[in-house]
């Protein structure tokens, strides 16, 4: 069963920093590029970082510089760190593959707010 539980979420000011986590099971991490997507109310959802399965990492230009992806394969985790926040931030954050496979279950996302 395809399972991603995304937790770490929360409200922060602008200037602070989070670490998000992505809990997957381990039919849908092992041996994929996974990545962080980002779903800002009312916009669709992009993909703001991904890594390889060998650690090789990508970032789209508005997080490069701030944000962080790295990924535990003994525990099937992918992790975001999130520095200097921008209320431009603000956004539901989901995991998933990197491409996401059409038809893929998503997760519930966790909800990141910042503060100006």
């Known amino acids: 069963q395809v399972r991603l539980v995304e937790s770490g979420g929360g409200l922060v000011q602008t200037g602070g920093s989070l670490t998000l986590s992505c809990a997957a099971s381990k039919s849908i991490f092992s041996g994929n590029s996974m990545a962080w997507y980002q779903q800002a109310p009312g916009k669709q959802r992009d993909m703001v970082a991904a890594?390889?399965?060998?650690?090789?990492?990508n970032y789209a230009d508005s997080v490069k510089g701030r944000f962080t992806i790295s990924r535990d394969n003994a525990k099937n985790t992918v992790y975001l760190q999130m520095n200097r926040l921008k209320p431009e931030d603000t956004a539901v954050y989901y995991c998933?593959?990197?491409?996401?496979?059409?038809?893929?279950?998503w997760g519930q996302g966790t909800r990141v707010t910042v503060s100006s």
């Open positions: 998933n593959t990197w491409p996401w496979i059409v038809g893929g279950n």
């Open positions: 890594i390889t399965s060998g650690g090789d990492t």
